[in-house]
């Protein structure tokens, strides 16, 4: 099977499986990799990655893209009050970074942890729910949530260039560390 990325998914099997198993305990829905860059995934990747590449960023967009355990939290909070409470008197400063930066990946990662934090009855479900009626969750809390983000939209991504959209550097501001 191929992505729109043009990548080809295949599926982790035998010893390479037990090694993922093992190095990677918080997921246990199984792995893909993705060829030609080796990229490893857990498997309800699948369910989102066209979605991920065609993802329509604006041009008033800040992507911040870094691999887990950078500083991306630091540089989400840095970006975002620079341009959403450059004199600290915004009220919206107080929500969770997530509602004001959203990490775009996050629904995939979600359907492999072991407690699903967006599953139907928690607290985040209905309240999307709530607050966005005509959507369905399955089509990805976070994605979505991204997408009616409050502009300019900081969104944070683990995500390679090779697996968004080819137009993503001349569209907006992407931030790499």
Known sequence: MALKSGHRIVPV???EAEK??????GFRTGSIRLDPDGWFFPTPFIIFADKYYDFKFKPSDVVIMTYPKSGTTWTQEIVWTMMHNPDLNNPKATLPLLQRSPSFQLD?????????????GTF???TFLQDHPNCNPKDG?????TEFAEDPRIIKTHLP?????PSLLETCKVSSL
């Open 13 to 15: 099997v035998f010893e």
């Open 124 to 126: 985040l479900h209905d």
């Open 108 to 120: 995939f990662a979600n359907y492999s942890f072991p407690v699903n934090i967006a599953a139907p």
């Open 161 to 165: 260039f090779s697996l968004l959209s």
């Open 20 to 25: 993922q198993y093992l190095q990677f305990r």
């Open 141 to 145: 809390i976070f994605l979505q949530l």
